[in-house]
Structures are given as structure tokens and as C-alpha cells.
């Protein structure tokens, strides 16, 4: 129970934090990263069917199968290499939903979900902007607006992967609690991409010493 009040807690925060900027308008005005232009139907397809099996979904796959093997949930899926096996299944599995329901919804609705780092100065203002870049999809037109796709497709993902979880986590605060982990977790990657040039610098200047 504690942990699920966190995790809701937690996403609650985070929405404030991108309403706060604009409570009137879901176009949000941004400066346009220069590298930035629309996907063509066959780039988002490309990166749809390269995404499914790429090394970085394998790794989230596998973290998230370790983090709830060491903390044992859910209980009925046990411990070994057959109930890891469980977990590594139920999360890619999760992620294979999740990427298809993202890109039937974005190549609906023309959203570009790519991160772009940003032009910022600051921890905490690049911080926030990489937070409101997981909540925030780019258009054709470089505009941006709330993911439908993004935030729909985590809690479709979340929601859908009940009918083939154990008894003791198909209510709909697990699922709830899911979706948060798996923003949160959207938000961490961002966090990373927008600081890990920074760090490749300074690791490669201590090297060159």
C-alpha cells in the first residue's frame, strides 16, 4: 500500500509540474531542436520494428524482471531461474503491447515521441524540461502537446498484462501502480539521455589526462 501511494503520489507531482507551465493551453510553445523534422511513415516504422527487439528493451526487460524477482512479486511466480523466467516474459511481453498501441496512436495523431536534448542552462531547468518531454509528444509542425500515445499506450500496456497476472495483482491499483513505475521509469531514460553527453565529456577529459 505504501509503495502504491508513492507511485501515485509521485505522477500526481509530476502532472503539476507540467501544468503548472500552461493550465490553459495543451499546445505548449518550444524552441524547435535543429535536428529536428517529421518521421515519414517509413521511419516510424523502422523505428516501431527496431524498437521491439533492440538491446535497450531487452536490458529494461531484464531490470525490471530482477527488481521484482528481488522483491518478490508477485508472490505466486516465486524465486529461481523459472519464476525470473516468468517476470522477464511478463515484462517484454508489456513492452512489445506498449510499443504496438504507441505506434498505432502516434501515427494516428502525427506524435513523435523522440527525445530531443534540450538548449537549457542548469540542472534543474534541464531536469524539467527533460521530465515535461516524456508527458509532451512533438507534431509535424514541431508544436508540442500531451502523449496521447505515450501515456495511453503505459496504461494500456499496464492494464491489459492483468488478464495474465498471477491472482494476488489484477486489481486495477496494480495496474495503476505499473503504469506510475513505468512513467517514472520513461522519465529516469530521459533524465539520462538529456546529462549522459555531459558525463561521455567529462569521462573522456579525464581519460585524455
Request: aromatic share 10%; glycine share 10%; charged share 20%.
Amino acid at each position: 500500500m505504501r509503495i502504491r501511494n508513492t507511485v501515485v503520489l509521485a505522477v500526481v507531482l509530476l502532472s503539476r509540474l507540467f501544468a503548472a507551465d500552461d493550465a490553459s493551453d495543451r499546445v505548449i510553445a518550444s524552441p524547435l531542436p535543429a535536428e529536428f523534422s517529421p518521421m515519414t511513415s517509413h521511419e516510424r516504422l523502422g523505428n516501431y520494428v527496431t524498437g521491439l527487439a533492440s538491446p535497450a528493451a531487452f536490458l529494461r526487460s531484464a531490470a525490471s524482471a530482477g527488481m521484482a524477482q528481488a522483491s518478490g512479486t508477485p508472490k505466486e511466480w516465486a524465486g529461481g531461474a523459472e519464476g525470473y523466467g516468468y517476470r522477464i516474459g511478463n515484462a517484454f511481453a508489456q513492452h512489445v503491447i506498449r510499443d504496438t498501441l504507441s505506434y498505432g496512436v502516434s501515427a494516428t495523431l502525427h506524435e513523435d515521441n523522440r527525445y530531443f536534448a534540450s538548449k537549457e542552462t542548469g540542472l534543474f531547468r534541464r531536469t524539467k524540461y527533460a521530465v515535461k518531454s516524456t508527458l509532451l509528444a512533438r507534431h509535424d509542425n514541431g508544436s508540442q502537446s500531451i502523449s496521447f500515445s505515450r501515456i495511453g499506450s503505459t496504461a494500456g500496456s499496464a492494464f491489459i498484462s492483468r488478464a495474465w497476472q498471477p491472482y494476488s495483482k489484477t486489481t486495477a491499483g496494480d495496474g495503476a501502480v505499473s503504469f506510475g513505475f513505468s512513467m517514472i521509469s520513461d522519465i529516469g531514460i530521459n533524465v539520462f539521455r538529456e546529462f549522459w553527453p555531459d558525463m561521455k565529456r567529462r569521462i573522456h577529459k579525464g581519460e585524455a589526462r
